[in-house]
Structures are given as structure tokens and as C-alpha cells.
């Protein structure tokens, strides 16, 4: 039934996401104006900044996937909850990477410990590196997803604990990069807003396709169980 | 009777432990010797230790309390024993409780022995605010070790399992370990006391949340 | 210009060859699942 409707679905969403990510392109590098400072190097904002936006929103569904599952115990969104940190790592790197890309120019070295959200975002990548891990390493089916699902929900609330205890680390000594206000003109703006949507648009194609592949896989993984129980009944 | 089938927990266990003392005479040695080599790599003169002194002390306990994590009940685990205990008509919590007492003993064994040895090797005037400075090693301790026997009681059934542990709870323990580094530097040198109060509180926080969270956690986790 | 050429081009082969070996895998899985399918006809 539903199964029908997947593969028009998947290619629907491509078609709109690559629409979307070629309008998000045309903004960013025709339609937004260049930064009077930092020059065409701050165009990778349009970038880092929905790129993290993304990593946040798939490892907040890790997070609610993780409680569903074990109020369910409905293994849907465990495939779900898999398949959203998989793209949240992958985007967090990619955050780190742009991150670092920006800053060289522009505060002359690659990373600083004095900003908060950079080391919360590299605290991050660790959280779910480890709890990628967690699923590839323990044994047992129902064990390594609840064990998954805990873990996911525990480092999502250790987040705002990070970002926090960086802060006040960083405060009490002195302080190097002011944040400058998000005083824009409405050009950069909109691109920027732009740029955030078609990003989610892209995170939920990605999404849809891990997850279909994620639960045809477990689906096979079943059926080959039980063909090999019922041939070992006779 | 919750606090009464802990404590069963932590004698039993104590019992295996201490019935050949290994354990915890290598976590002792461990953290006395990781500590004299701390001070030998880092060349360690008055003026330069200020700024490590924190991570000098910190550093040989919390790696030997590692190790003692995945040691600490390894009978459990040859004869399939967990699943024993898992039968037992004892409460999850106390488990967990019972677990996290033992290691906090061992961990605090440690403790007392290699924290005298740093003020041995610092070469310094005693601590000023000694009663934070004891403060920060209880609480700072017993943080580390309620995630760490949470994590490595999960983590049993990995294939593993000893690079797991840390792998999982060095990540979640950065404000822990912020917070422990900040308290101790303050206790040491009090000369920067900024946001002590502030720290405490995190700490103090951190330590309800990973020791009452686990307690009700490990009811649903460790189902045989 | 170097900076934002490396950082973009970087993130997207990244997603693309993502993609790519989710696209892979998907064919795989789909193929066993038409396989087994067949299998229970017969």
C-alpha cells in the first residue's frame, strides 16, 4: 500500500529539493550582496549556518525518535532515529569543515576554543560518532536499539550542559571574538532564510531515503530469520 | 529495602573483590605511577605546574577509575552471572546503586593515596581551601563514576566494550570535567575565584541527574 | 574565494557520494527483496 506510493514520493521530493537547491545557489552567489569586511568569503555563511541548522534538527529527532521508541516500542522509529544521526553526523562535520573554512580568512585560524557553539558542534560530532558506534558494535536486536534510544536522549540533553559550561569557561577568562548583531541587509537575509529551508528540504529527502533503506534492510533481515527458523522446525 | 538490597550488592561484590585484592592494588598503582610520569613529561617546575596542576590531578584518577570500570565485576560476566542477578527479585536501582558504591569505595581508595602523592611531587604550600578542594574530589569522583558504571554496565554485551566506555562518556562528561578542572584550580590558587558558585551548582546538578537518571533507567535497559 | 570554493565543494561530493552509497545499498536490499518474493511464489 504504502509501498506503492515511496518511490513517487522519493522522486518527487529529489525533483523539489533540486529545484530548491538551485535557486538556494543562484542566491547565494548572484542575488546576495558581497560583505563589505569579509568579502565573498563570508558567502560560506549561506552554508555553515543551514548545515548546522540541519545537524541540530536530525539530532533532535534522534532525541524524540529515542523517547517514542521507548514508549512504543515500535522499532519504526528506531530505523528512524538511525537514520537521522547518520545525516546528523555527516552534517556536523561538514559544519565543522565550512566552520573551519571560514574562520582561516576571517579570524586567522582555523579553530578557537573561545566560541561556545564551535566546541559544542565538536562535542557533538563525538556524542553521536559514539552512538553510531554503540549500534554497529552491541549485540543483541532489542538491546543495542534501547540502548541506542537511551543514549541518544542523554546526549541531546548533555548538549545545552555543554554549550553552557563552555560559556562560562570562556567568560571567566577573556574574551577574543565579540558576536557581532545580525545586522543584515534584507538581501543576505533572505538568502540566508533561503538557504535554511532548502537545506531542511534536502535533510528530509536524505532522511526518507535512509529510512526506507534502513527498514527494507531490517524487513530482509526478519524474513531470513524466520525462513531459516521455520526450516529448521521440519 | 531499596537501599537495604544495595548495600547487599555492594558487599557481595566487595567480597569478590577483596578476595583477591588485584583490582584494586593495580588501580593504586596505576594512578601513582601515571601520576609520577605526568610529572616527568611535563617537566614539571613551580611556575609551569599553575597552569596543569588541575589536569596533573585529575588525570591519573580518572583513567585509573576508567580501567576499574570494566574490571570491577568481571566474575560477573565469565559465567554469565549478570543474568543471574538480572533474575534475582532485587530492584534495577539497586543494582545500579550497589555498583556505583563499590567502584565510588575503590575510586576514593584511589583518591586518598594519589592525592597526597601530587602535593608530595608539587612542591608547593598546602592547599588554601582545602574544604573545596575535598569537595571537588567527592563530588568530581562520584559524577565520573555514576556515568561511567552506567554506561559500562550497557555496554557489556559490545563487542567492544573497554573502548566503547570511553568512546560514550568522555563526550558527555566535558561539563563535568570543566567543572572539576575549574574547582580545582580555584581550590589550589585561590587567588581566581570567579563563578565559583556557578560551578558548584553545575556540578552539584550534574551529579543528581546522572545519578538519579540511571536508577529508573536501568529498569527498562537491562531487561533479560 | 579559495576558502568558500574548498568548504562548498567539499560538503557537496560529501552528500553526493552519501547519497551514492545509499543508492547503492538501496539497490542491493531491493533486489533481495524481489528475490525473496520469487522464492515464496514458487
Known amino acids: ?234 | 529495602m531499596f537501599f537495604k538490597q544495595s548495600l547487599l550488592i555492594l558487599k557481595r561484590d566487595l567480597k569478590i573483590e577483596f578476595r583477591n585484592k588485584s583490582l584494586l592494588l593495580s588501580m593504586i598503582i596505576f594512578a601513582v605511577l601515571f601520576q609520577v610520569f605526568l610529572q616527568i613529561v611535563f617537566d614539571a617546575n613551580i611556575e609551569a605546574i599553575k597552569k596543569i596542576a588541575a589536569g596533573v590531578l585529575w588525570i591519573p584518577i580518572l583513567l585509573s577509575a576508567l580501567l576499574g570500570f570494566s574490571k570491577y565485576g568481571i566474575a560477573e560476566r565469565e559465567n554469565d552471572a549478570l543474568t543471574g542477578l538480572l533474575i534475582a527479585p532485587v530492584d534495577r536501582g539497586a543494582i545500579f546503586l550497589g555498583k556505583l558504591l563499590g567502584n565510588l569505595l575503590f575510586v576514593f581508595i584511589v583518591v586518598i593515596i594519589s592525592v597526597p602523592v601530587f602535593f608530595l611531587f608539587l612542591k608547593q604550600p598546602f592547599p588554601e581551601s582545602i574544604g573545596l578542594l575535598l569537595f571537588t574530589l567527592f563530588l568530581g569522583s562520584w559524577g565520573f563514576v555514576a556515568l561511567g558504571v552506567f554506561f559500562t554496565t550497557l555496554a557489556q554485551s559490545s563487542s567492544i566494550t573497554d573502548l566503547l566506555v570511553p568512546i560514550m562518556i568522555f563526550p558527555l562528561a566535558v561539563p563535568l570535567f570543566l567543572a572539576i578542572s575549574q574547582l580545582t584550580e580555584m581550590a589550589l590558587y585561590p587567588s581566581i575565584v570567579m563563578g565559583q558558585d556557578l560551578w558548584v551548582l553545575l556540578l552539584v546538578g550534574y551529579n543528581i541527574l546522572f545519578t538519579i537518571a540511571p536508577l529508573f533507567l536501568f529498569d527498562i535497559l537491562l531487561e533479560v | 574565494m579559495t576558502y568558500l570554493f574548498i568548504g562548498v565543494s567539499v560538503m557537496w561530493i560529501g552528500i553526493l557520494v552519501y547519497m551514492g552509497r545509499l543508492f547503492q545499498q538501496q539497490k542491493q536490499v531491493s533486489q533481495q527483496l524481489d528475490n525473496m518474493k520469487n522464492e515464496a511464489r514458487q
Request: aromatic share 18%; net charge positive.
Open chain 1, 1 to 234: 500500500m504504502i509501498q506503492r506510493f515511496i518511490d513517487p514520493i522519493k522522486l518527487i521530493l529529489t525533483g523539489i529539493t533540486a529545484i530548491l537547491i538551485g535557486i538556494q545557489l543562484y542566491m547565494v552567489f548572484f542575488f546576495a550582496p558581497i560583505e563589505k569586511y569579509m568579502g565573498i568569503v563570508q558567502k560560506i555563511m549561506y552554508f555553515h549556518v543551514p548545515t548546522a541548522f540541519v545537524a541540530f534538527a536530525a539530532f533532535g529527532v534522534v532525541f524524540g525518535a529515542g523517547i517514542l521508541y521507548l514508549i512504543t516500542k515500535n522499532k519504526k522509529w528506531d530505523y528512524l532515529a538511525v537514520s537521522s544521526a547518520e545525516i546528523g553526523v555527516l552534517f556536523t562535520t561538514f559544519v565543522l569543515i565550512l566552520g573551519s573554512m571560514w574562520a582561516r580568512p576571517v579570524w586567522n585560524t582555523w579553530w578557537v576554543w573561545d566560541d561556545p557553539r564551535l566546541v559544542t558542534s565538536l562535542i557533538l560530532w563525538f556524542i553521536y560518532v559514539a552512538y553510531l558506534l554503540i549500534r554497529t558494535s552491541v549485540k543483541g536486536e532489542e538491546r543495542h536499539r534501547k540502548f541506542a534510544a537511551v543514549f541518544g536522549i542523554i546526549g541531546f540533553i548533555d548538549v545545552p550542559l555543554v554549550y553552557f559550561s563552555v560559556l562560562w569557561w570562556r567568560t571567566i577568562h577573556p574574551k577574543v571574538i565579540d558576536e557581532n548583531g545580525a545586522n543584515m541587509p534584507p538581501e543576505m537575509a533572505n538568502t540566508l532564510f533561503f538557504s535554511m529551508f532548502a537545506f531542511m528540504v534536502l535533510f528530509a529527502t536524505m532522511l526518507l531515503y535512509r529510512y526506507v533503506l534502513e527498514s527494507q534492510r531490517e524487513k530482509v533481515k526478519e524474513i531470513r530469520q524466520h525462513s531459516m527458523s521455520e526450516r529448521t522446525d521440519f
